[in-house]
């Protein structure tokens, strides 16, 4: 009828939209972009994201989604809001393992960021790293050293990989490796999503005298398809709760000393 308005344009055809888009964008994207690149509100994005989260396709996190199994990470910047209280736990923790003048090597992740974070108070640190979120936190600051590798940085995370971050980092030796994962589980222990990422984590677990691997417990039980390394490369592993049994037999077997963050400390076994 004249003057009526438009119906509604079907769910399933903007939800199709909203996965094609967030393909084009690398498996994740903010809700404002969405909503700008369809010319339709952020609640009716978020609407259908309600949908297509209910049928199992993505996973909504503050202020932005991803698609659900997808073999590509969040952007730092979403990773940065899912969990951030555990990680916060988490970084809290870690600091308290570091001395001032340690000597230490901090890879690319949102749960690094938080560490580099919690680290500002202390001193004299030698930090190696090819992560720009890592050296703007402790850059210029108490004595600091840090040392970063050069290369392209990674529009995503602000990481730096490759042949010459590589031959950067075998230039080096520290008292602290500190890794983070994109999945734990106990068939195949510590994963990552990229193999740029697990071969420079490799490479600084091996020119360091403690590795500590840090993730949440969101981690546990998923699965992503790089194996970082076998477990018993690994010395400590910081999370914010306890794991599943079958992790924690995991961890048990490889003698990985579990530290619950703010919680009672594992003695290693």
């Given amino acids: 009828m004249p003057g009526t ?9 903007r939800e199709r939209e909203i996965l094609e888009e967030l393909r084009l964008a690398g ?3 903010r809700i404002q972009f969405l909503a700008e690149r369809l ?9 259908n994201i309600r949908s297509l989260e209910a049928n199992g396709l993505v996973t909504k996190v503050h202020g932005g989604v991803h698609i659900k199994g997808s073999m590509i990470e969040p952007p730092l910047h979403l990773r940065m809001n899912e969990n951030a209280e555990a990680k916060r736990m988490i970084a809290a923790s870690v600091a ?5 003048g340690d000597a230490l090597f901090l890879d690319v992740g949102s749960t690094t960021a938080f560490i580099a974070v919690a680290l500002q108070k202390h001193q004299n640190l030698f930090v190696v790293t090819n992560a ?3 050296a703007h936190a402790l850059a210029t600051r108490n004595g600091n ?10 529009g995503h995370d602000g990481g730096t990989f490759g042949m010459e971050a590589a031959n950067f980092l075998r230039r080096f030796n520290v ?3 500190i890794l983070s994962v994109g999945a734990i589980n106990a068939a195949s222990g510590f994963m990552l999503h990229d193999l740029e990422e697990a071969e420079y984590s490799r490479e600084a677990a091996s020119r360091a005298e403690n590795c500590i691997i840090v993730a949440d417990s969101a981690k546990f039980g998923r699965s992503a398809p790089i194996v970082l390394n076998e477990p018993e490369n690994f010395n400590v592993l910081v999370t914010d709760e ?3 049994a079958d992790i924690r037999a995991m961890l048990e077997r490889n003698e990985i000393e579990l530290i619950i963050a703010n919680r009672q400390r594992d003695e290693r076994r």
């Fill in 5 to 13: 308005s438009q119906p509604p344009q079907h769910s399933n055809h």
């Fill in 27 to 29: 498996g994740a994207s």
């Fill in 39 to 47: 010319g339709v509100s952020e609640e009716t994005i978020r609407r």
């Fill in 96 to 100: 308290a393992m570091i001395e001032d």
């Fill in 132 to 134: 720009v979120a890592v």
């Fill in 145 to 154: 050293r840090v040392f970063f590798a050069g290369g392209e940085l990674r």
């Fill in 175 to 177: 008292r602290h490796a």
């Fill in 242 to 244: 306890q794991p599943p």
